[in-house]
């Protein structure tokens, strides 16, 4: 079993800036890419941003020069810097990542439960 844990969310004013982080435990091989999605209520989830383990970065076309993902792989770790939040910011961030549990390359995707990013004006 594989967990996803995000943290960092919480209510900011607009021009603000936050950090979002997620950590991956459980029976891990290897943490391949992992993203950041986001999602209104009554809507699907949308990319965000996602890195690769070799550390290819890719953004929606909306995030790009705001948003920063990183990550750490010996902690199995990746982040969101948030910068010039705009109330449209507003969403439950998912951390996901594809991971491989076994030698054998057993590999599926995996969730975090969601953090509430709250814009004001």
């Known amino acids: 079993q594989v967990h996803l844990v995000e943290s960092g969310g919480g209510l900011v004013q607009a021009g603000g800036s936050l950090t979002l982080s997620c950590a991956a435990s459980?029976?891990?091989?290897?943490?391949?890419?992992m993203a950041w999605y986001r999602q209104a209520p009554g809507n699907q989830r949308e990319l965000v941003a996602s890195i690769a383990r070799d550390g290819t970065i890719k953004y929606s076309d909306s995030e790009e020069g705001r948003f920063i993902i990183s990550r750490h792989n010996a902690k199995n770790e990746v982040y969101l810097q948030m910068n010039s939040l705009k109330p449209e910011d507003t969403f439950v961030y998912y951390c996901?990542?594809?991971?491989?549990?076994?030698?054998?390359?057993?590999?599926?995707?995996?969730w975090g439960q969601g953090t509430q990013v709250t814009v004001s004006s």
């Open positions: 459980g029976s891990i091989f290897r943490v391949n890419t």
């Open positions: 996901k990542a594809r991971v491989t549990t076994t030698m054998w390359g057993d590999t599926d995707d995996y």
